[in-house]
């Protein structure tokens, strides 16, 4: 297991101000978490490569597109190519996984696998070997500042266990706070999203900094 990893939503964050708020965080986090979202594959429309490309020249930090859209097969690839440091397509929309995942790879970026929380992550155990994270909704995608889904830690534990001595992240998103951080890692979870904790703190790099530090405690 990775020693714990913070990536700050900036769903939560000043749209009009996205480098601003990126910067804020600079020094605490690891990753920026970019939540790309279409109004088909989740009932919210956000931002999408344009944005991203924007961004990409703003961000001291490596970008974590998260893209929770209809056809994911179609566009992550231009993501990995515009230079985002990792790309998570989700399990539901994909037609073809595997070569969207070896796609984004041979773009250079790191390939993730996404599932909501009611998918289960066991049909999934052979693809292990082709991502490099595997993220775990622990609310319905579509909005931050929703309640986390205590019914998703079983399915952490178990993906930790399938996971095994494997190279891959375990990431967990929605509803990640000081409240719930701790049973997320330990669980298993190596690498936590949270928005509404980060950017509705008076503080972000502080919030950080104590989720970070509540995580590596929690992982022991
Ligand atoms: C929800 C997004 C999350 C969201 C998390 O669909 O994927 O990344 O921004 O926000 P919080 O941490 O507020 O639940
Ligand atoms: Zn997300």
């Known amino acids: ?12 964050a000043d749209f009009a101000r996205l480098a601003d708020d990126v910067a804020l965080i600079a020094d605490a986090a690891d990753w920026v978490h970019v939540d790309v979202m279409d109004n088909h594959f989740v009932p919210n429309l956000t931002l999408g490569l344009p944005v991203v490309q924007a961004l990409l ?16 097969d179609r566009w992550a690839p231009q993501y990995a190519e ?14 073809a996984p595997i070569r969207t995942l070896r796609t984004i790879r041979a773009a250079g970026a790191r390939a993730g696998l996404g599932i909501n929380p009611a998918t289960p992550v066991d ?4 693809l292990l070997g082709e991502i490099d994270m595997l993220l775990l909704m622990t609310v319905e995608p579509g909005f931050g500042g929703q309640s986390f889904l205590d019914v998703v830690l079983p399915k ?3 993906a930790r266990a399938l996971i095994g001595e494997r190279p891959v992240w375990l990431q967990v998103d929605g509803g990640v706070s000081a409240e719930t951080i701790e049973r997320c890692a330990e669980a298993g979870a190596d690498v936590f999203v949270a928005g509404s904790a980060v950017y509705g703190a008076d503080d972000p790099a502080e919030a950080v900094r104590r989720l970070r530090g509540q995580a590596e405690r929690a992982a022991g």
């Open 1 to 12: 297991m990775a020693s714990p990893q913070i990536s700050p939503s900036i769903l939560s």
């Open 156 to 158: 952490v534990r178990r």
């Open 82 to 95: 515009a230079g985002a440091g990792s790309v998570t397509i989700h399990a539901e929309a994909s037609k």
């Open 123 to 126: 049909p999934y155990e052979d």
């Open 57 to 72: 020249k703003h961000s001291a930090l490596p970008l974590d597109c998260h893209l929770m859209i209809e056809d994911p």
